[in-house]
Each structure stands twice: as C-alpha cells, then as structure tokens.
Nanobody, 128 residues
Framework: DVQLQASGGGLVQAGGSLRLSCAVS????????VGWFRQAPGKGREGVAV????????EYADSVKGRFTISSDSVKNTVFLQMNNVKPTDTAVYHC?????????????????????WGKGTQVTVSS
C-alpha cells in the first residue's frame, strides 16, 4: 500500500524559510504523482503544489508561485516542499498526498479532484 509520512513543520517568522519532507513508499505504477495540500483554520483544503514523478512536471497554486518549490529525491524516496518568503496566510496543516496512477497535475492542485492517498499532516505556523 502507498504510505506517506510528512515532517518538517514548525514555527517560522514571516519572510523566513521552511522545508517540508514527505517520505513515500508502496507505489506500483510507473507514472504517479505526489503533492502538498494545506488546510488553515476555518478554511477548506487547498492544493499547494504537485509533481509528476514520471516526467518531473510541476504545478503550483497561484498563492505560492515564486515562493514555494516542490522537488523529489528518488534515491531517498522523498518529496520536498521548500517554502521561502513565508507569510502568515501560509499557516496551516500541510499534508502530502498521492495518486498511484497518471494524474493531471493542474487539475489536482486546483482541487478539481482529490488525490487517492493521504498522509498525516504537519503543522506550519508563520508569525508576523
């Protein structure tokens, strides 16, 4: 089964940086996707960034373009979210999620449909 383990959350000041990690395992397809999603208090879940693990293509939410970068390390089987110039509005629980199948990265980051597998979240808090 697909397993996802997010880590790296914490408290950071506005304008600072933080890197989240998602350890992934159990994929069977040769074309699959992993992404980061977040949910702030009182708000619905928002797609942040998604990477196609076969082709390396990425998609980002407009709110994080130019500030966040999603990447993967195939040797360590880990997906990262580098968060730079963070804002208080980035405060949320961040989850990594995945599809063990071909995925329209644009569609899933914009929540046109959900990822199939979800890991437990890690809290990111940005102070002003």
């Amino acid at each position: 089964d697909v397993q996802l383990q997010a880590s790296g959350g914490g408290l950071v000041q506005a304008g600072g940086s933080l890197r989240l990690s998602c350890a992934v395992s159990g994929f069977t397809a040769d074309d699959y996707a992993v992404g980061w999603f977040r949910q702030a208090p009182g708000k619905g879940r928002e797609g942040v960034a998604v990477i196609n693990m076969c082709y390396g293509s990425t998609e980002y939410a407009d709110s994080v373009k130019g500030r966040f970068t999603i990447s993967s390390d195939s040797v360590k089987n880990t997906v990262f979210l580098q968060m730079n110039n963070v804002k208080p509005t980035d405060t949320a629980v961040y989850h990594c999620a995945a599809n063990d199948r071909p995925t329209d990265t644009f569609a899933v980051v914009h929540s046109y449909y959900d990822m199939d597998f979800w890991g437990k979240g890690t809290q990111v808090t940005v102070s002003s």
